[in-house]
């Protein structure tokens, strides 16, 4: 596609409820990133992936938190009994990943809301 | 870790005016440095990025300025409108962790008519 696309866009659900997120990065980028964002806040930093391993995942919270991108293009940010502090915009990016330059591009975010 | 601090928070000025927005990053190990543009309830969007080897880069009328050894950037939004208005994000990526942007809080500018 275009650009890069994040499905759904709202998701609400109870506290405890299993969620998952899915991001579909620009088409032949190598890199895709997660990040949270919450009101008020700049982006966190989640998890990044080069192809189909995560090269960096330090910025996961806890192990409720898991993502995959088993083909190395769509990733799943899964989500474990999910809790109010969850509730954030989660935004997923890629980019073409090379050494110096390293541009990346974001979706329109999927908005959490753990009731 | 690097800490990205954006000054103002807030900016809120008439039609015209020309504006600068700051950045500042305290560990100046990065790559690159990236300036975004947040619309409220959407995503990012990329205005410009600037590599650790460059001091500026152009876009229409933007101009973001690095200064690597001294942690700071600036954007400069020339002729401002209100469809400028938006927050304005920083990001700089490298450091220890390559690949990882760290944000700032942003800047909201709202240009009004």
């Known amino acids: 596609g275009a650009g890069v696309s994040q499905t759904p866009s709202n998701k609400v659900t109870e506290k405890g409820k299993y969620v998952e997120l899915r991001c579909d990065p620009i088409?032949?980028?190598?890199?895709l990133y997660w990040y949270r964002q919450s009101l008020g806040q700049g982006p966190e930093f989640l998890i990044y992936f080069q192809g189909t391993g995560a090269a960096d995942d330090s910025g996961l919270p806890n192990d409720r938190f898991f993502a995959v991108r088993p083909e190395g293009s769509v990733s799943t940010l899964k989500i474990q009994r999910t809790e109010r502090g969850d509730s954030a915009v989660y935004l997923c990016?890629?980019?073409?990943?090379?050494?110096?330059?390293?541009?990346?591009?974001f979706g329109p975010g999927t908005r959490l809301t753990v009731l | 870790k690097q800490e990205v601090t954006q000054i103002p928070a807030a900016l809120s000025v008439p039609e015209g005016e020309n504006l600068v927005l700051n950045c500042s990053f305290t560990d100046s190990a990065i790559y690159n440095l990236q300036w975004f543009r947040q619309d409220p309830g959407k995503g990012l969007t990329s205005l410009l990025l600037?590599?650790?080897?460059?001091r500026e880069q152009t876009s229409g009328r933007l101009n973001a300025s690095l200064d690597k050894s001294s942690g700071r950037s600036t954007l400069y939004i020339a002729a401002s409108q209100p469809g400028d208005s938006a927050t304005y994000l920083c990001?700089?990526?490298?450091?220890?962790?390559?690949?990882?942007?760290?944000f700032g809080r942003g800047t909201q500018l709202t240009v009004w008519p």
């Open positions: 990016a890629s980019s073409l990943r090379h050494r110096v330059i390293n541009e990346q591009f």
């Open positions: 088409s032949g980028h190598t890199a």
């Open positions: 600037i590599q650790s080897s460059q």
């Open positions: 990001a700089v990526d490298g450091g220890s962790t390559l690949g990882r942007l760290y």
